[in-house]
């Protein structure tokens, strides 16, 4: 019994031409450290959706994160709101990072006030790619673990990594404490 050859479906030809397209379009961005795809695992829609999303990472401008927003996100300087004042702006900027889908991670060691200064400070000045991230959220590490892992070390890092630590460092480990302003920011969905 001989086999039928695979009826080519119109769509299927539409996602290799979209492929093919997309290739081109990145090519000038490549270099040595890309790594290729392998299409014969991945099916081409999928592929697709990872390329055009590399694309956008690619032609997106770097702009300051307060003119991601339409009027440009402005907040009061910290030293100008009260408590009350500065919880509630905080609350609200929060809100709107996640809308923006930029999600605050390891918040729960600053107080409001010190988590409201880092971003205005240093997250709504900060310049990054700006482009429509689809299902991806751009995470500020509110700790700066890679300049200091005491923070992360002693309030938010498992025993197990505090382990993996410990044997290619030199300096001793902080004591576990519990972060002392425990907060339920919004997160991603997993």
Same mark, same amino acid.
């Given at each position: ?61 770097? @702009? ?52 409201? @200064? ?49 044997? @290619? ?22």
């Amino acid at each position: 019994m001989s086999q039928l050859p695979h009826q080519v479906r119109p769509d299927e030809v539409d996602h290799l031409l979209r492929n093919a397209q997309l290739r081109d379009a990145l090519d000038p961005y490549l270099d040595e450290a890309y790594v290729s795809i392998n299409a014969h695992r991945l099916p081409t829609p999928v592929e697709n959706k990872w390329l055009e999303s590399m694309l956008a990472w690619e032609r997106a401008p770097i @702009t300051p994160i307060a003119q991601w927003f339409e009027p440009a996100l402005s907040i009061p300087a910290p030293e100008s709101l009260d408590d009350d004042e500065l919880h509630e702006r905080l609350w609200d900027t929060i809100q709107k990072l996640f809308d923006k889908r930029i999600v605050l991670d390891f918040t729960d060691h600053l107080s409001d006030r010190q988590l409201y @200064t880092i971003i205005f400070r240093d997250i709504l000045s900060s310049p990054e790619k700006c482009f429509d991230r689809g299902e991806n959220y751009l995470h500020w590490d509110c700790a700066d673990t890679a300049v200091n892992p005491e923070v992360y070390l002693r309030y938010y890092a498992s025993e197990e990594e505090r382990a993996q630590w410990l044997e @290619t460092e030199e300096d001793p480990l902080p004591p576990v404490e519990p972060p002392p302003y425990p907060r339920k920011l919004p997160r991603c969905p997993l």
